[in-house]
């Protein structure tokens, strides 16, 4: 049964910082290629940060050179370093796995970004 667990959200004011962290199970964690995405209200989810199982890293242009996406192989976890936080980057923040034909979703984390 493959499981995400996200943590690490939370309220914090414009200029700062937070790291939200995602443990699987379930899957070869290693081999994955892993994503955050976000969703704010009322607006569609979006794609923020990938991470290869090699490695490389993709990011949304909105959050390029302030946030940074690792992963930790031997915890099974993935990253997501998020600097110069902005009242819009407030959001529900969901990492995800692709991993034998299917989306696997965690339950989400909320960050709220004051201004």
């Known amino acids: 049964q493959v499981q995400l667990v996200e943590s690490g959200g939370g309220l914090v004011q414009a200029g700062g910082s937070l790291t939200l962290s995602c443990k699987v199970s379930?899957?070869?964690?290693?081999?994955?290629?892993m994503n955050w995405y976000r969703q704010a209200p009322g607006k569609q989810r979006e794609l923020v940060a990938t991470?290869?199982?090699?490695?490389?890293?993709n990011y949304a242009d909105s959050v390029k050179g302030r946030f940074t996406i690792s992963r930790d192989n031997a915890k099974n976890t993935v990253y997501l370093q998020m600097n110069s936080l902005k009242p819009e980057d407030t959001a529900v923040y969901y990492c995800?796995?692709?991993?034998?034909?299917?989306?696997?979703w965690g339950q989400g984390t909320q960050v709220t970004v004051s201004s």
């Open positions: 995800n796995v692709p991993w034998l034909g299917n989306d696997y």
């Open positions: 379930g899957t070869f964690f290693s081999i994955n290629d």
């Open positions: 991470i290869t199982g090699g490695g490389s890293t």
